[in-house]
């Protein structure tokens, strides 16, 4: 997983400044500050944001749109995609097997995924053209990826959700002191794409924002 730490050439290593608070973006935030969180409102772990983004996406997006999951990894979140009803594929260079269980978060179940199981791939790297048989796409953590998938959105006029975890890898970079999340939204509004934030309830960097 990758961290927010980047070098600036001649000047050692850098930290961004880090995403701006819920209430900077006009979301609502979990709770007071200080206030003891628990049951639905409890952070959860990292791990579960595949969960947590497909049940977002169930919420905000119609089931009849084929997802491109960028830089999809082990496919964890195009499986539940599919469950959830959507045509979902994932574009991603690296070849790797879905995980063998994983968390219903409503009945608090493991879930076993059978050993046959597989997920349309397209093993490549992701490429703007490959937007054109999408009908949206989403980037969680996809490193390398988030300005590549602003431009296809903005070209295609298809909507894209980002999850980003960092600006490592992208062909540009911000200005040292920038914080890399507003740089990414001034990047799709200069594409002329609106964006609307969200959060989802997880540990560590948990908000993203739909580029349309
Ligand atoms: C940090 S991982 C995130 C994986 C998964 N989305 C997750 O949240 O666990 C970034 C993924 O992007 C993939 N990747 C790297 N370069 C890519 C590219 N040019 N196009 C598509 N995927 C790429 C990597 O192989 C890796 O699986």
């Not at 070849?95 to 597989?118: A, H, M």
Request: with cysteine.
């Amino acid at each position: 997983m990758c961290t927010a730490i980047v070098g600036w050439p001649g000047m050692g290593t850098h930290k961004h400044l880090p995403p701006p608070s819920l209430e900077e973006l006009g979301l609502q935030s979990f709770g007071m500050p200080g206030e003891r969180l628990s049951g639905e409102r409890l952070l959860k772990p990292k791990k579960f944001r595949f969960q947590l983004l497909s049940d977002f996406i169930a919420t905000t997006f119609d089931t009849s749109m084929r997802v491109l999951d960028v830089g999809g990894g082990k496919g964890l979140l195009t499986y539940l995609l599919r469950q959830q009803g959507y045509a979902a594929c994932v574009v991603e260079p690296e070849f790797q097997i879905l995980p063998g269980k994983y968390k219903d978060l409503r009945t608090n179940r493991r879930v076993k995924i059978p050993k046959d199981e597989t997920v349309p791939r397209i093993s490549a790297n992701f490429a703007v053209q490959h937007a054109k048989d999408f009908d949206l796409l989403i980037g969680l953590h996809a490193h390398g990826s988030n300005l590549k998938m602003l431009e296809a959105a903005a070209r295609y006029g298809k909507p894209c959700v980002l999850m980003p975890c960092c600006v490592i890898g992208e062909p540009t970079t911000p200005t040292p002191g920038e914080s890399w999340f507003k740089w990414l939204v001034m990047k799709a509004e200069e594409a002329g794409l609106g964006v609307e934030y969200f959060y989802l309830n997880f540990k560590g960097q948990n908000v993203g924002f739909i580029a349309r």
